[in-house]
């Protein structure tokens, strides 16, 4: 029997679906997906603005356990001043919807990264969770280093110790640091992927 006009169509959709969500996931090497978002200070914020810099794109929660364990530690602090104290980009991505745990105002943003003395390039609202659905984030805290040229060399978790206690930190070794260093030197990234750990994003 031949296929109506309408199941045609509707088979044709889902093609299309799949195809979009193919490509919305980012792989190691390939160019990472552009995006433009509103940060907490108001201002529109691509990351085409970035060409020729290193981004490092960190997913938080401030309500999560494990991304607790990095901010009162003070380890995500001392790599975000690391990274933007080398002329490179971080930017901070917060994708919990409205009403979903982590989710915050632009208000809120600003008391957690004054409080907390951290140091990101930008802190970006993902409401709508369009920026982290295109680099298929799953968990906070996931990271993500892109390469001047625009490409993804890193993404996954941030150390290789999957917990909350920060007395795991200095036995871990450190994903992004060790990406970020390699991207830096020009060198090709030792563990390009790894499984991200933590609480999930909160979309809506």
Not at 47 to 58: N, Q
Request: charged share 20%.
């Amino acid at each position: 029997m031949k296929p109506s006009r309408l199941s045609t169509l509707v088979i044709g959709i889902f093609a299309l679906g799949a195809v979009s969500s193919a490509q919305a996931v980012p792989e190691i090497g390939q160019p990472a997906p552009a995006f433009t978002g509103k940060a907490m200070d108001g201002s529109s914020v691509g990351l085409a603005d970035y060409a020729g810099k290193t981004v490092v794109l960190e997913w938080t929660n401030h309500e999560c356990p494990f991304v607790k364990k990095h901010y009162d530690s003070g380890n995500m602090q001392s790599l975000q001043k690391d990274v933007t104290g080398k002329d490179a980009v971080w930017l901070t991505v917060i994708s919990s919807a409205p009403g979903k745990q982590g989710h915050v105002s632009a208000e809120k943003a600003k008391e957690l990264t004054t409080s907390r003395n951290a140091a990101p390039s930008h802190v970006l609202l993902d409401e709508d969770g369009t920026i982290g659905q295109a680099y298929g984030a799953t968990a906070t805290p996931q990271m993500v280093v892109i390469t001047p040229k625009q490409t993804v060399a890193y993404m996954g978790a941030i150390d290789s110790i999957p917990s909350a206690k920060a007395s795991d930190i200095p036995k871990a070794e450190n994903y992004v640091k060790a990406a970020f260093d390699a991207v830096s030197a020009g060198t090709p990234v030792a563990t390009a992927e790894t499984k991200a750990y933590g609480c999930s994003v909160k979309y809506q």
